[in-house]
Protein backbone atom coordinates (compact mmCIF):
# COMPACT_ATOMS: atom_id res chain seq x y z
CA UNK A 1 0.00 0.00 0.00
CA UNK A 2 1.29 3.48 -0.89
CA UNK A 3 2.23 5.61 1.69
CA UNK A 4 0.03 8.95 2.03
CA UNK A 5 1.67 12.17 2.24
CA UNK A 6 0.01 14.63 4.93
CA UNK A 7 0.35 18.10 3.73
CA UNK A 8 0.42 21.05 6.29
CA UNK A 9 -1.09 24.03 5.59
CA UNK A 10 -2.56 27.45 7.25
CA UNK A 11 -6.26 27.17 6.69
CA UNK A 12 -6.36 30.62 5.02
CA UNK A 13 -8.22 30.32 1.59
CA UNK A 14 -5.08 31.34 -0.66
CA UNK A 15 -2.64 28.57 1.97
CA UNK A 16 -5.21 25.87 1.21
CA UNK A 17 -4.95 26.79 -2.96
CA UNK A 18 -1.48 26.74 -2.40
CA UNK A 19 -1.35 23.27 -0.59
CA UNK A 20 -4.21 21.72 -3.18
CA UNK A 21 -1.74 22.89 -6.13
CA UNK A 22 0.92 20.59 -4.57
CA UNK A 23 -1.42 17.72 -3.90
CA UNK A 24 -2.47 17.83 -7.78
CA UNK A 25 1.31 17.99 -8.62
CA UNK A 26 1.66 14.94 -6.48
CA UNK A 27 -1.22 13.02 -7.85
CA UNK A 28 0.14 13.39 -11.27
CA UNK A 29 3.57 11.97 -10.43
CA UNK A 30 1.53 8.83 -8.31
CA UNK A 31 1.58 9.71 -5.43
CA UNK A 32 -1.39 10.08 -2.76
CA UNK A 33 -1.57 12.68 -0.11
CA UNK A 34 -4.16 14.45 2.18
CA UNK A 35 -4.66 18.12 3.20
CA UNK A 36 -3.78 18.87 7.22
CA UNK A 37 -5.13 21.98 8.37
CA UNK A 38 -3.46 24.43 10.94
CA UNK A 39 -3.63 28.20 12.60
CA UNK A 40 -0.32 29.38 12.50
CA UNK A 41 0.47 32.80 14.99
CA UNK A 42 0.17 35.37 12.22
CA UNK A 43 -3.40 33.87 11.44
CA UNK A 44 -4.20 33.83 15.08
CA UNK A 45 -3.22 37.66 15.94
CA UNK A 46 -4.32 39.85 12.98
CA UNK A 47 -4.21 42.67 14.56
CA UNK A 48 -0.46 43.32 15.85
CA UNK A 49 1.88 44.79 13.34
CA UNK A 50 4.35 41.70 11.93
CA UNK A 51 7.60 43.80 13.24
CA UNK A 52 5.91 43.69 16.47
CA UNK A 53 5.34 40.00 17.02
CA UNK A 54 9.40 39.51 17.48
CA UNK A 55 8.90 35.94 16.59
CA UNK A 56 11.49 34.25 13.58
CA UNK A 57 8.97 32.51 11.03
CA UNK A 58 5.25 34.00 12.43
CA UNK A 59 3.37 32.29 9.82
CA UNK A 60 5.63 29.03 9.26
CA UNK A 61 7.01 27.53 12.48
CA UNK A 62 3.43 25.98 13.59
CA UNK A 63 3.89 23.71 10.81
CA UNK A 64 7.59 23.69 11.37
CA UNK A 65 6.41 21.96 14.31
CA UNK A 66 4.42 19.97 12.99
CA UNK A 67 6.88 18.49 10.50
CA UNK A 68 9.24 17.99 13.56
CA UNK A 69 6.52 16.08 15.46
CA UNK A 70 5.58 13.65 12.61
CA UNK A 71 1.97 15.18 12.41
CA UNK A 72 2.85 16.12 8.80
CA UNK A 73 5.10 14.84 5.79
CA UNK A 74 5.23 17.86 3.98
CA UNK A 75 4.42 21.82 4.32
CA UNK A 76 3.62 24.30 1.97
CA UNK A 77 4.22 28.21 2.29
CA UNK A 78 4.36 31.54 0.39
CA UNK A 79 8.10 31.52 -0.11
CA UNK A 80 8.28 35.22 1.02
CA UNK A 81 7.16 33.99 4.42
CA UNK A 82 9.66 31.71 5.16
CA UNK A 83 12.96 32.24 7.34
CA UNK A 84 16.15 32.24 5.41
CA UNK A 85 17.71 29.62 7.94
CA UNK A 86 15.41 26.69 7.88
CA UNK A 87 14.35 25.65 10.95
CA UNK A 88 17.43 22.25 12.23
CA UNK A 89 15.79 18.99 10.73
CA UNK A 90 14.21 20.61 7.64
CA UNK A 91 14.93 21.10 4.12
CA UNK A 92 13.37 22.72 1.03
CA UNK A 93 11.70 19.82 -1.02
CA UNK A 94 10.58 21.93 -4.24
CA UNK A 95 9.88 25.51 -5.54
CA UNK A 96 7.21 25.95 -7.76
CA UNK A 97 7.40 27.82 -11.02
CA UNK A 98 7.11 31.49 -10.05
CA UNK A 99 3.73 33.86 -10.58
CA UNK A 100 3.89 36.97 -10.81
CA UNK A 101 6.69 38.87 -8.15
CA UNK A 102 4.72 42.34 -8.19
CA UNK A 103 2.86 44.05 -5.45
CA UNK A 104 -0.33 45.73 -6.59
CA UNK A 105 -2.53 48.70 -5.39
CA UNK A 106 -5.77 48.14 -4.69
CA UNK A 107 -7.36 51.55 -4.52
CA UNK A 108 -10.55 53.18 -3.46
CA UNK A 109 -12.37 55.37 -5.37
CA UNK A 110 -8.99 55.85 -7.90
CA UNK A 111 -5.38 56.26 -8.41
CA UNK A 112 -5.17 59.15 -9.71
CA UNK A 113 -3.18 60.32 -6.55
CA UNK A 114 0.13 57.89 -7.49
CA UNK A 115 0.86 60.44 -10.48
CA UNK A 116 1.80 63.22 -7.90
CA UNK A 117 5.14 62.57 -5.82
CA UNK A 118 3.87 65.45 -3.66
CA UNK A 119 0.62 64.33 -2.25
CA UNK A 120 -1.31 63.63 0.46
CA UNK A 121 -3.46 60.06 1.27
CA UNK A 122 -3.35 57.37 3.56
CA UNK A 123 -2.74 54.11 2.45
CA UNK A 124 -2.28 50.75 4.29
CA UNK A 125 0.06 47.73 4.71
CA UNK A 126 1.24 45.61 7.07
CA UNK A 127 4.52 45.32 5.89
CA UNK A 128 7.85 47.34 6.52
CA UNK A 129 9.12 46.67 2.86
CA UNK A 130 6.15 48.33 1.32
CA UNK A 131 5.78 51.13 4.08
CA UNK A 132 9.38 52.02 3.38
CA UNK A 133 9.32 51.89 -0.39
CA UNK A 134 6.28 53.87 -0.30
CA UNK A 135 7.53 56.65 2.13
CA UNK A 136 10.55 56.78 0.27
CA UNK A 137 8.22 57.64 -3.29
CA UNK A 138 5.30 59.45 -1.76
CA UNK A 139 6.86 61.14 1.48
CA UNK A 140 3.38 63.19 2.12
CA UNK A 141 1.64 59.80 2.57
CA UNK A 142 0.12 58.00 5.88
CA UNK A 143 0.42 54.88 6.51
CA UNK A 144 -2.23 52.44 8.38
CA UNK A 145 -1.47 49.05 9.89
CA UNK A 146 -3.20 45.99 7.65
CA UNK A 147 -2.92 42.54 8.94
CA UNK A 148 -5.53 39.40 8.04
CA UNK A 149 -5.60 37.16 4.91
CA UNK A 150 -6.35 38.78 2.03
CA UNK A 151 -10.13 38.69 2.34
CA UNK A 152 -10.18 39.81 5.54
CA UNK A 153 -7.50 42.85 4.11
CA UNK A 154 -9.27 43.49 0.80
CA UNK A 155 -12.83 43.79 3.09
CA UNK A 156 -10.95 46.14 5.33
CA UNK A 157 -10.47 48.66 2.25
CA UNK A 158 -13.63 48.54 1.45
CA UNK A 159 -14.61 49.49 4.92
CA UNK A 160 -11.93 52.20 5.64
CA UNK A 161 -11.30 55.42 4.66
CA UNK A 162 -8.34 54.74 3.29
CA UNK A 163 -7.22 55.82 -0.22
CA UNK A 164 -6.03 52.15 -0.79
CA UNK A 165 -3.88 49.21 0.37
CA UNK A 166 -1.02 47.03 -1.34
CA UNK A 167 -1.23 43.29 -1.89
CA UNK A 168 1.36 41.01 -3.52
CA UNK A 169 -0.12 40.52 -7.18
CA UNK A 170 0.47 36.78 -6.88
CA UNK A 171 -1.62 36.07 -3.30
CA UNK A 172 -5.09 37.75 -5.05
CA UNK A 173 -4.64 36.36 -8.78
CA UNK A 174 -4.46 32.74 -7.46
CA UNK A 175 -7.92 32.93 -5.80
CA UNK A 176 -9.20 35.14 -8.30
CA UNK A 177 -9.59 38.09 -6.16
CA UNK A 178 -7.95 40.53 -7.52
CA UNK A 179 -9.94 43.71 -7.79
CA UNK A 180 -10.31 45.83 -10.79
CA UNK A 181 -9.74 48.87 -9.19
CA UNK A 182 -5.65 47.59 -8.51
CA UNK A 183 -2.33 48.82 -10.40
CA UNK A 184 0.82 47.05 -10.71
CA UNK A 185 3.58 48.60 -8.37
CA UNK A 186 6.55 48.44 -11.38
CA UNK A 187 8.50 50.59 -9.72
CA UNK A 188 8.70 48.48 -6.00
CA UNK A 189 10.72 46.46 -6.08
CA UNK A 190 9.29 42.86 -3.99
CA UNK A 191 10.15 40.78 -1.33
CA UNK A 192 12.68 38.34 -1.46
CA UNK A 193 10.87 34.80 -2.89
CA UNK A 194 7.53 37.06 -3.92
CA UNK A 195 5.25 34.99 -5.69
CA UNK A 196 6.75 31.66 -5.26
CA UNK A 197 5.62 28.86 -3.20
CA UNK A 198 8.02 26.61 -1.13
CA UNK A 199 7.21 22.48 -0.46
CA UNK A 200 9.45 21.63 2.77
CA UNK A 201 9.92 18.11 4.50
CA UNK A 202 12.25 16.62 7.01
CA UNK A 203 15.72 15.93 6.23
CA UNK A 204 15.27 11.65 6.94
CA UNK A 205 12.07 11.94 4.95
CA UNK A 206 13.22 10.80 1.70
CA UNK A 207 10.22 9.75 0.62
CA UNK A 208 8.50 13.12 0.68
CA UNK A 209 11.37 14.61 -0.44
CA UNK A 210 12.11 12.77 -3.99
CA UNK A 211 7.91 12.74 -4.27
CA UNK A 212 8.84 16.98 -4.43
CA UNK A 213 11.32 16.62 -7.00
CA UNK A 214 9.69 16.38 -10.41
CA UNK A 215 8.00 19.38 -9.67
CA UNK A 216 10.86 21.87 -8.45
CA UNK A 217 11.48 24.50 -11.19
CA UNK A 218 14.84 25.22 -11.59
CA UNK A 219 15.17 28.38 -12.76
CA UNK A 220 12.90 29.88 -9.94
CA UNK A 221 14.88 27.74 -7.34
CA UNK A 222 17.78 29.23 -8.31
CA UNK A 223 16.62 33.42 -8.12
CA UNK A 224 14.53 32.89 -5.28
CA UNK A 225 17.85 31.69 -3.83
CA UNK A 226 19.96 34.37 -5.04
CA UNK A 227 17.31 36.97 -3.47
CA UNK A 228 17.15 35.25 -0.32
CA UNK A 229 20.86 34.78 0.28
CA UNK A 230 20.69 38.29 -0.29
CA UNK A 231 18.51 39.20 2.73
CA UNK A 232 20.36 36.32 4.73
CA UNK A 233 23.49 38.26 3.95
CA UNK A 234 22.56 41.47 5.09
CA UNK A 235 20.05 41.02 8.11
CA UNK A 236 18.37 37.47 7.79
CA UNK A 237 14.58 38.14 8.78
CA UNK A 238 12.07 38.73 6.13
CA UNK A 239 10.03 42.02 8.17
CA UNK A 240 12.84 44.28 6.46
CA UNK A 241 12.91 46.90 4.48
CA UNK A 242 15.02 44.86 2.26
CA UNK A 243 13.63 43.92 -0.90
CA UNK A 244 15.32 41.76 -4.12
CA UNK A 245 14.29 40.13 -7.70
CA UNK A 246 16.15 37.97 -9.66
CA UNK A 247 15.13 37.51 -13.08
CA UNK A 248 16.63 34.80 -15.59
CA UNK A 249 16.98 36.82 -19.30
CA UNK A 250 18.50 35.02 -22.26
CA UNK A 251 21.29 32.95 -19.98
CA UNK A 252 22.07 35.29 -17.78
CA UNK A 253 20.41 36.37 -14.46
CA UNK A 254 19.69 39.90 -13.65
CA UNK A 255 19.48 41.22 -10.12
CA UNK A 256 17.97 44.02 -8.44
CA UNK A 257 17.88 44.82 -4.70
CA UNK A 258 17.51 48.03 -2.38
CA UNK A 259 17.90 48.96 1.23
CA UNK A 260 15.30 51.57 2.71
CA UNK A 261 15.22 52.82 5.75
CA UNK A 262 12.11 52.21 7.51
CA UNK A 263 11.16 55.96 7.68
CA UNK A 264 11.54 55.80 3.90
CA UNK A 265 14.10 58.75 4.44
CA UNK A 266 17.34 56.92 2.61
CA UNK A 267 17.83 53.89 -0.01
CA UNK A 268 20.52 52.17 -1.06
CA UNK A 269 20.30 50.12 -4.48
CA UNK A 270 22.18 47.67 -6.12
CA UNK A 271 22.06 46.05 -10.23
CA UNK A 272 24.03 43.37 -11.49
CA UNK A 273 24.56 40.72 -14.39
CA UNK A 274 25.69 37.42 -14.29
CA UNK A 275 25.67 34.12 -16.34
CA UNK A 276 23.76 31.93 -15.08
CA UNK A 277 26.66 29.47 -14.69
CA UNK A 278 28.46 32.10 -12.23
CA UNK A 279 25.06 32.94 -10.34
CA UNK A 280 25.04 30.90 -7.46
CA UNK A 281 26.96 33.45 -5.52
CA UNK A 282 25.04 36.65 -6.62
CA UNK A 283 22.99 37.30 -3.89
CA UNK A 284 25.82 37.48 -1.41
CA UNK A 285 27.88 39.35 -3.55
CA UNK A 286 25.24 42.21 -4.22
CA UNK A 287 24.89 42.18 -0.59
CA UNK A 288 28.36 43.34 -0.32
CA UNK A 289 28.32 45.45 -2.88
CA UNK A 290 25.02 47.40 -1.37
CA UNK A 291 26.30 47.47 2.14
CA UNK A 292 30.23 49.16 0.48
CA UNK A 293 27.51 51.93 -1.48
CA UNK A 294 24.78 53.19 0.98
CA UNK A 295 23.62 50.20 2.81
CA UNK A 296 25.71 50.12 5.79
CA UNK A 297 24.24 52.72 7.68
CA UNK A 298 20.88 52.12 6.89
CA UNK A 299 21.29 48.85 7.87
CA UNK A 300 22.78 49.71 11.35
CA UNK A 301 20.07 51.89 12.00
CA UNK A 302 17.51 48.69 11.49
CA UNK A 303 19.66 46.55 13.53
CA UNK A 304 18.93 49.38 16.51
CA UNK A 305 15.09 49.46 16.25
CA UNK A 306 14.91 45.45 15.65
CA UNK A 307 13.25 44.65 12.23
CA UNK A 308 15.35 41.80 11.85
CA UNK A 309 11.91 38.92 11.69
CA UNK A 310 8.87 37.66 11.09
CA UNK A 311 7.44 37.83 7.40
CA UNK A 312 4.94 39.91 5.31
CA UNK A 313 1.75 39.37 3.62
Same mark, same amino acid.
Given at each position: ???????GT @?D?Q????????V?? #??????? !???L????????? =?T??????L????? &??K?? =?? !???????D??????? =??PT????????? !????????? =?? $??????S? &???D $??????????????I?????? &??????????G???T?L??????????????A??????????????? #????????????????C @?E???????????F?????????????? &???????????????L????N??VH $??G???S??G %??????? %?????AK??D???????D?????????I??????? #? %??????
Amino acid at each position: MPKILRIGT @RDSQLAVWQATLVQS #LLKEAGV !ASELVYMKSEGDI =DTVTPLYALGVTGV &FTKTL =DA !ALLNNRIDIAVHSMK =DVPTQLAQGIQQA !AVLKRASYK =DI $FVYKHNSD &FLDD $FNSHATIATGSVRRIAQWLNR &FPNHKVENLRGNVNTRLRKVEESNWNGAIFAAAGLERIHLRPQRSVD #LDWMLPAPAQGAIMVVC @REDHEYAFQSCRPFNDEATSLCTKIERD &FLKALLGGCSTPISALAQNNNGEVH $FRGNIVSPDG %TQKATVE %TREPIAKANDLGVQAAKDILLHGGQPIIEGIRKIG #L %TSNGEV
